[in-house]
């Protein structure tokens, strides 16, 4: 298979070139400054081995790339916020041989929350799904650092709609010749739901700073609270802290001082949107459909999306502010 990595940012391009290490045909697809630098220096990454260059091709979209291949994987890997004109632009891409991309091609989709499958089963016919563990950072045009070890990230796999094939496990032989650890399950969104639950966290990291404090901790145990709420609500299953704990534990280990998570990151680059709209927004979305408050994922969700809207710094905020928001909202709900 070639790899085209849609959305060579932190996750992307950690991908890309850990799988170009391992001798695997990859394409980047990047944007602007990003896009530059990789085409012209490459993509330094470095990881708990050190620092390494890779030279892949670059491209902006599918027209620089020309007529897809029959064996290309098209790895979704820009933020859910972008996945719409993503899936567009790439479904109507033509494949050698006759139809498109959509038609023929699979789609594997990285992102955290679950919204990206269900937008990329409305396009493609192939969709898979990845629950990716991969602290990683990108915050300067064709640098990505991805510390943890002794795995660079561990994923699970498995197609969107249930289940698993040959093409499926296929990806995960390779992804862990390239040095993750990657496990084919039956039920990959069992395990994304799972991780939306931390991922809840996100707008409290890039709102307030990446630095730990119980007052954070606090307030995200409020937004777990409203999540399990709406999952037992709406019958959504989610792989437990004990599988979760097992999958990662000393698998996936990070050096002490390492940066802000995605959301951060969008806030330090200044991309102008965030994702918190598919992180604390499905608990939102999910709480309106089955009659279930949940005033603090609302505030997150609100008070991320003004950051961004606004290029707000990241962390600008205090704890107790934030809080203070919350509680007014609860007192509302």
Not at 267 to 290: F, K, P, Q
Request: glycine letters at 12%; a neutral charge.
């Amino acid at each position: 298979m070639r790899y085209i990595i849609i959305g060579a940012g932190a996750v992307g391009a950690t991908i890309g070139g850990r799988l170009d290490g391992a001798g695997l045909d990859v394409v980047l697809v990047a944007r602007g400054a990003h896009a530059r630098a990789l085409a012209a220096d490459g993509l330094r990454l470095t990881t708990a081995g050190g620092e390494r260059l890779h030279r892949m091709p670059v491209v902006t979209d599918p027209a620089e790339l020309g007529e897809l291949r029959p064996d290309d994987m098209l790895f979704l890997t820009v933020k859910t916020q972008d996945a719409i004109a993503a899936l567009d632009a790439w479904g109507d891409a033509e494949v050698a041989g006759g139809g498109t991309a959509a038609q023929r091609l699979p789609v594997l989709c990285l992102q955290n929350g679950v919204e990206s499958e269900r937008l990329a089963l409305r396009r493609f016919a192939r969709v898979y799904g990845a629950c990716v563990w991969l602290p990683a950072t990108f915050l300067e045009p064709g640098a990505v650092s991805a510390l943890c070890a002794p795995l660079t990230g561990i994923l699970h796999l498995g197609r969107a709609a249930g289940g698993t094939d040959a093409r499926v496990r296929a990806i995960a032989a390779d992804m862990e010749k390239a040095g993750f650890g990657a496990t084919v399950v039956e039920d990959v969104m069992r395990w994304k739901y799972a991780k939306l639950l931390g991922n809840l966290g996100n707008a409290i990291q890039a709102t307030t700073g990446p630095d730990p404090a119980p007052a954070k901790g606090a307030l995200l145990l409020r937004a777990i609270r409203e999540a399990k709420a709406v999952f037992g609500a709406a019958g959504i299953a989610h792989a437990s802290e004990a599988e979760q704990s097992a999958a990662r534990d000393g698998k996936v280990e990070q050096p002490a001082g390492v940066r802000g998570g995605s959301s951060w990151q969008s806030l330090a680059r200044g991309t102008g949107s965030i994702e918190a709209d598919y992180l604390n927004g499905e608990i939102c979305l999910l709480g309106r459909l089955h009659g279930v408050p949940t005033p603090v994922n609302e505030t997150l969700r609100q008070a991320a999306n003004i950051f961004a809207r606004e290029g707000l710094p990241p962390g600008s905020m205090s704890i107790e502010d934030l809080t203070a928001l919350t509680d007014e909202a609860a007192a509302r709900a």
